[in-house]
């Protein structure tokens, strides 16, 4: 029980520290802390870094919490799909789906069916509309490996018995959490890139050292880039695929097992035995063989009634709580009014160095027409 939110938390510290690399290139806001003398620049420093990443944690729960909302990160998956009722060859589904939800307790589920070759199944999901999508190889395949209707309505019936166990446990969320980094990433870097451009037009101006400044930045900010897109795409996407190698087998057999509650275990070990070795795959898990699910089920007894367990519901609710604690604590630890002292003391210099500068021009050309 307690691999899945270690998982869905070592996901959020991913993510976390996956923008603390987008964010890398504005540490040359640190700079102006080594230009003024008031012993408070180690302090400062530490300020910064609880503040990003306080930013950063919140941030990521606002988008949680509106993706849950309005769903906007699984619209991608639901491209090229159709609700079932929509096509008459399908509604044959009707009384099984509906059925599986009275069974599952979920009703506010849609099942889709999507246009791919693919054979494949699965579940996502927040607080509004849930969905499960079955792609149309999965279901021809099942229509060429069956022998009757009875036998294809059975396996479709194990197959979405399998989908809602992962609703109402809800497995999807560090895949969603994992989702919503994704999409912010790509917004994050616009806005660092905006301000990092800012920021370089106010060094540009400074005389003398401002050339300098600005060709150095750019160069770094290059550097920066690079590493931003290499860290996502080559560690922080690899380190979840094994995070959830970890947990994917667990999840698995019990979706084996609450499906076969519902509808028997001969059902769902059907459905499994047509799937071949690997079984299908989905967006957010890795199947165990077939053979060791199939043993798994044969023994289960049918259920009325399938509900996700108080442990995983409280270690769900548990994840999140944990996660907004640490958001906390980070927003705590920064100590804004020491940076807003910080910066306007800098401001300060920087004012009182062009007051000092625009003097001595005027001085210059008062001499000049004197």
């Known amino acids: 029980m307690l691999s899945k939110p270690l998982n869905f938390i070592l996901v959020y510290v991913l993510s976390v520290l996956n923008f603390v690399i987008i964010l890398s290139p504005l540490t040359f806001l640190i700079i102006p802390l080594f230009l003024i003398d008031n012993g408070n620049l180690n302090k400062s420093i530490i300020s910064i870094l609880f503040l990003s990443a306080f930013i950063i944690s919140a941030l990521m729960l606002i988008l949680l919490f509106l993706d849950f909302l309005f769903g906007f990160s699984i619209r991608p998956f ?95 969320l560090p895949g969603l959490l994992l989702t919503i980094n994704e999409q912010a990433t790509h917004a994050v870097s616009k806005i660092v890139f905006l301000i990092f451009n800012i920021f370089i037009r106010i060094f540009s101006i400074i005389p003398l050292i401002g050339s300098l400044f600005t060709s150095m930045f750019l160069g770094l900010y290059k550097i920066f880039d690079f590493f931003i897109e290499f860290f996502h795409k080559y560690i922080i996407l690899n380190v979840y695929k094994f995070l959830l190698l970890q947990i994917s087998k667990k999840m698995e057999y019990r979706c084996d097992r609450q499906s076969a509650q519902s509808g028997g275990a001969d059902i769902m070990a059907l459905a499994l035995s047509y799937l071949g070795e690997n079984g299908y795959f989905t967006i957010f898990s890795t199947h165990p063989k077939t053979k060791s699910r199939i043993k798994k089920v044969q023994k289960v007894k049918l259920k009325n009634k399938i509900r996700a367990s108080f442990l995983n519901k409280f270690f769900n609710t548990f994840s999140l709580i944990c996660i907004f604690y640490i958001t906390i604590i980070f927003g705590i630890k920064a100590d804004i009014q020491v940076l807003i002292d910080d910066y306007n003391e800098f401001i300060n210099l920087i004012v009182l160095h062009f007051g000092f500068i625009k003097m001595k021009i005027q001085n210059i050309f008062s001499s000049i027409n004197n």
């Not at 889709?112 to 579940?123: D, G, M, P, T």
């Not at 509309?129 to 036998?151: A, D, P, Q, W």
């Not at 194990?158 to 609703?167: D, W, Y």
């Open 78 to 172: 639901l491209k090229n799909c159709k609700q079932y009722h929509k096509d008459q060859k399908y509604k044959i589904f009707y009384e099984i789906f509906e059925e599986l939800k009275y069974k599952f307790g979920k009703s506010n589920v849609n099942l889709l069916i999507k246009k791919s070759n693919e054979i494949n199944a699965f579940a996502i999901g927040g607080l509004g509309r849930n969905n499960i999508i079955l792609t149309e190889g999965l279901l021809l395949h099942y229509l060429k490996c069956t022998n009757n209707k009875s036998e294809f309505s059975n396996c479709i019936e194990g197959i979405l018995g399998h989908e809602m166990s992962h609703l109402i446990n809800k497995d999807y």
